[in-house]
């Protein structure tokens, strides 16, 4: 278990692609108004063994942020990931800085995806369209994997290694052998199984540095990260157990250890998706962490809105958090955020966020 101390570091650029935006405004402003858009996969099919009344009722619904092949995963996360970073450069002028480390949370090793020389091609093949990614880092670990590529740039920019970095999370969960594998799991949410997922696909990235650097350039500082951590649950889905305490270990190594004072959190954004064993960890959460939470507390869960975003899931929420901090949607912009992320590998990450300029 680790927990960086990240009060030193400001969010000074955003960008986003889901199924309900194509920009980071525009996705963040749909998911809080509560937009979605699924439609009827034609790539996979979940037998019943009853049938079914209408043959339609066996496609699965996806949320898919763009037409074509959606078994065309590599593809997709690519195109998802560029897109995501044309954004985020298109909203901070990156395009004029120098080469900037990428940090890039991917799907987990169980996904049986592309190697890792799938993303060094891209970014080689795509010089002059991002002059200003410099050294990628990859953090093939699913769901909690932005939060701990999160982690590690905030580690190197409190040390001086660089002064910025971005950090990204790109995935497509709509392809036909990521939907069998679910469906087999009985994670897939069909017809014949409520208590399950529904596949989405998303891109996000962030932009860090230092605060005092960001507040000495007149950057458009979108939030501060003020505590971030990983860990590890061994009682995992794909162990096939129910989760454990890992979550609420995470959480609770960024809470003051020196009282027991309450801890004022306005919000909560979440990668819950659908399925029982996420509710099961959750509600471990309450006796020992959300105890020390004072106040009303608001909880989203984007994949309400735009399915399960795997890898990219932790970045969108932490979109979504900065938008809505810096509008005042949580009762005022002086307010803690608590961004959680598990992976089905056991993985687990924890991160508050506040949007308090001071004086």
């Known amino acids: 278990m680790t927990d960086s101390s990240s009060n030193s570091i400001a969010i000074t650029g955003l960008g986003m692609v889901t199924s309900v935006g194509h920009d980071v405004k525009t996705a963040c402003a749909s998911i809080r108004a509560g937009l979605k858009r699924p439609v009827k996969l034609q790539n996979f099919y979940a037998d019943s063994p009853g049938g079914y009344d209408d043959w339609e009722d066996g496609l699965v619904t996806g949320h898919p942020v763009f037409d074509g092949d959606v078994d065309e995963t590599e593809g997709r996360i690519c195109r998802l990931l560029g897109d995501a970073l044309e954004d985020i450069a298109d909203n901070t002028g990156l395009f004029e800085s120098d080469a900037v480390p990428l940090f890039l949370a991917l799907p987990g090793k169980e996904r049986d995806l592309f190697p890792d020389e799938t993303m060094d091609d891209f970014f080689a093949r795509n010089k002059e369209r991002f002059p200003y990614v410099g050294e990628v880092t990859l953090f093939p670990f699913g769901n909690a994997a932005g939060l701990m590529a999160l982690e590690r740039a905030a580690e190197i920019i409190e040390t001086g290694q660089c002064e910025q970095a971005l950090v990204a999370g790109a995935d497509s969960l709509l392809g036909f052998p990521?939907?069998?594998?679910?469906n087999r799991m009985k994670r897939l949410?069909?017809?014949?199984?409520?208590?399950g997922l529904i596949p989405g696909e998303a891109s996000a990235v962030?932009?860090?540095e230092g605060l005092s650097r960001a507040e000495n350039r007149q950057a458009a500082i979108q939030g501060i990260l003020d505590g971030v951590g990983v860990g590890f649950e061994s009682d995992h889905c794909l162990e096939g157990r129910h989760a454990g305490s890992g979550l609420s270990d995470t959480v609770f190594t960024?809470?003051?250890?020196?009282d027991d004072g309450p801890v004022d959190v306005r919000a909560i954004i979440t990668d819950l998706n659908g399925e029982p064993y996420r509710f099961d960890e959750m509600s471990m959460m309450h006796a020992r962490?959300?105890?020390?939470?004072?106040g009303e507390k608001e909880i989203l869960c984007p994949a309400r809105n735009i399915g399960d975003t795997g890898a990219a899931s932790a970045l969108v929420s932490m979109c979504l958090a900065s938008r809505t901090m810096a509008r005042g949607g949580f009762g005022n912009t002086d307010c803690r955020c608590l961004v959680l992320s598990s992976s089905d590998s056991g993985e687990r990450g924890a991160l508050f966020?506040?949007?308090n300029m001071g004086d």
């Open 353 to 355: 966020m506040t949007f």
């Open 206 to 208: 962030v932009l860090l």
């Open 289 to 294: 962490v959300f105890s020390r939470m004072a």
């Open 189 to 195: 949410k069909t017809e014949v199984n409520s208590d």
């Open 178 to 182: 990521n939907l069998s594998r679910l």
């Open 254 to 258: 960024l809470l003051p250890q020196d």
